[in-house]
C-alpha cells in the first residue's frame, strides 16, 4: 500500500521492503485506496461520527483538494506523494496480524536494545493489533482521574465532551493552514484529547502509551490537549522504538491551548522507518502568563516537515521549543520552531541541534515574529548543526522579523564537523569507529537532553547508539 | 618476542611520499626509550603509523606487539591490545565530560552488559588523579575542550594511567609546555613505570629526558634509527646538534 513513488530520486538508498508486513486483503473497516466524499461518509459511518463533524470533514476535503503543495517548502520530494494510492483509514481491530517468528531479527534486536517491554514489542512491530496498557498504568489513571483529568482518545473526546471539544478543536491550528493540516482535518482518527481542571497540577507525565490501541497511532491522529487556568501538565508522544509500518505517510495535528498562567510540556520522541513521510502541524495557544514548551526529537523517516509553533496571545506569555534532529543516510530532515508573538512581554526561546550524517540532510525553519505595537518583547533562538562526512548538508532558515521599539531578539548558528582526527583520537583509547560518533553526537546534544525527562534522555542516548552504528562500515 | 615493542624495517609514508625508509627499534617492558630527531626526520609519523592513522600507509616490515602484529588491526582494537599513544595535539570532544569518555573507553574493553561499576570506576580514577595531582573538578570538563596545553598533555597521561596500557608512545609530550606543566607531566609518567609498561618517548629536544630520564636513546633522521646510545647520548646531542649523525650508519 505504499503511495510514494521514488522515481526522480535513484541515489536515496532506501530498502522499500524495510517495515514492509504481509497484510491480509480482507480488511472488515477498510475505506479503500484514495480520497473521496464516499471516503469521508464511510469514515463517519464506521466511527459514528457526530454530524458536526461528517461537515467538518467534508469541508476539510475540500479545502485539501483545492490547496496546491506547499511549493515553499524545503523538498521536491512532496512530488512523490501520491494521494490516490493511500488508505486513509483503516479501523481498530482491522489490523494486520502476524507471528512473532515473522518479525526480522534486526528488528528484535532494536527492541531489545532499547529495553522496550515485551508487551509493547508485539504491538511495535505489528504482532498484537492492541496492546493493553491498562494494567500498567491503571494506578496513574485512576490518580488523574481523581483530580478531573479527561484522558481519553479524540473520538471519545468529541462525542462526550463536546462543549470543551468543540470550543477549541480547529481554532489553533486552522483546517486551511496548509495542505497536510487539511489532509488530517478531512480523514482524522486517533489521537488524544485531555483536559486538565482549573488548578489542578498533574503530577507525572502523561503518555500515548497510556492507552495504546491501534488507532492511537493511527496514520492521522489528532490530539487536542486544555489545560484549564492556572493548570500543569506534561504529555509525552510517541516513542524511542521504531515504529515498523508500511504506512508511509503520516500527517498528524497537535492542538495545544494553555489558559490563563497554565504550564503546558510536550514531548515527542519519534523514530521512523526510512520510508516515511512524517508531516506534521504542531501549535501551542498561549494565554496570559501561560508557558508552554515543545521539546521535540526527530530521527527516522524519509522526509520530516514538522515546525512546532506557540501563539503567544497573552500578555507575559511564554513558549519554547527544544528540539533534536538526526538526518542519517538518505534523510532530511526540515524542522524548526514558530514563535508569534501577539501580546506586550511575551518571551520566546527556540533551541535546535540537527545531525546529518552521511547524505542526511538537516534543515532548521524558523519563524519569529514580533509585531510593530507590542512592548517588551523577547526572542532567543539558538540552531546548532553537527556533519558528519563530507557529503552531509544543513541549511538555517532562521526568519525573525521585530518590528518596532523596546523588543530584543538574540540569534545564534553554529555549524561543527565530526572530523576524521577526533574519531581517530578517540579509536586510539579503544572506543569502535561507531562508539566514538555516537559519543560525539550525544555530546553535541547533551546540554540539550539534560533539560529532557530521565526516561527519555536514556532512550535516546541509546537510539542515537543504535543509528551511529548503523552508519559505519 | 614476548614482552617487547618490535619495529621491524618499517617502511610507510602518506601517498606517493615514503617517510619512514626501513625503520628499526625494539622496547622491552619495563624500560623507557627516547627517540630524538630533527623536525621532518619522521618521530611523528612513526607515532601515527603504530597507532593506525589513516593518513598513513604501510609499505612494508612490521610493528609486532609482544610478538603479534597489529599492522593488520583497526586503531581501536590496537588500543585495546595495549597500545597507547600520547597525542602530540589532543582533540577536543565538546560536551563529553572526562569522566565519561573514561569509562566508555574502559568499557569498550570489557564484554557487553559487564560495564565497569560506578563506584568502583570512581574510585580508581580519583586514585589516579591524586597520583598525578589533578584537581578532582578535572573530570567534569568537557575533554580537551579549551584546555591550556599543559591541561591537554596531563589529561593525556591520566589516560594513560586509566587505561593501564602495556606500552605507550609520547609524542611531544614536551611540546608547548611551561617548565612547570613540564615538571607535572614527567612526574605522572614518572609515577607509571614500571615493569609491566614499556615506554618512547618521542621528542625534540633533550630538556624533557632531563626529567623523564630514559634507559636508552635513539636518534633518527631521514626515516630511520641512525644512532642508539645510553641516556648520556641526549646530552651529547644536545651539544653537538642532530648534524654529526645525519648520515645513516651502516648496516
Redesign the interface.
Known sequence: MSGIVAQDKPDLQIDQDQGNFSYPEDYAFDAGTGLTEKTIDYICDTKGDPDWVREFRKKALKVFQDKPLPTHWASKDLENIHFDDFRYYLSKGAKPKRSWDEVPDDVKKTFERLGIPEKERAFLAGVEAQFDSEAAYSNIKKAVAEQGVVFVGSREGLKEHPEIFRKWFGKVIPTGDNKFSALNSAVFSGGSFIYVPKGVKVKHPLQAYFRINAENFGQFERTLIIVDEGAELTYMEGCTAPKFDSVTLHSAVVELVAMKGAKLQYITVQNWSPNVFNLVTKRGLAHEEAEIKWIDCNIGSRLTMKYPGVVLKGRKSRGEVLSIALANNGQHQDTGAKMIHAADETTSNIISKSISIGSGRATYRGLVHIPRHLKGCKNNTECDALLINSESRTDTYPAIVTRGEGNSVQHEASV?KV????I??????????G??MS??V??????LVRQFPMEYSVELKRLIDLEMEGSVG | MKNTLEIKGLKAGIGEKEILHGLNLTVPKGEVHAIMGKNGSGKSTLAKVM????DYEVRGGDVLLDGESILGL???V???TGL??A?QY???????TIA??MR??LN??RAEGEEIDAVEYYNELYQKMDLLKIDRSFTSR?VNDGFSGGEKKRNEIL?MAM?GPKYAVLDETDSGLDIDALKVVSHGVNSLRGPNLGILVITHYQRLLDYIVPDVVHVMAAGRIVKSGPKELALEMEKKGYDWVETPVPA
Open positions: 561543527s572530523s576524521a582526527e577526533q581517530f583520537y578517540m579509536q586510539q583509547r579503544g572506543l569502535s569507529e562508539q566514538a559519543l560525539s550525544n555530546g553535541f546534544v547533551n546540554e | 597507532a593506525g592513522h589513516h583497526a586503531p581501536d590496537r588500543a585495546r597507547f599513544l597525542f589532543p582533540s577536543e570532544i565538546p560536551g563529553v565519561n569518555f566508555a573507553a569498550a574493553r568537557s589516560q587505561l
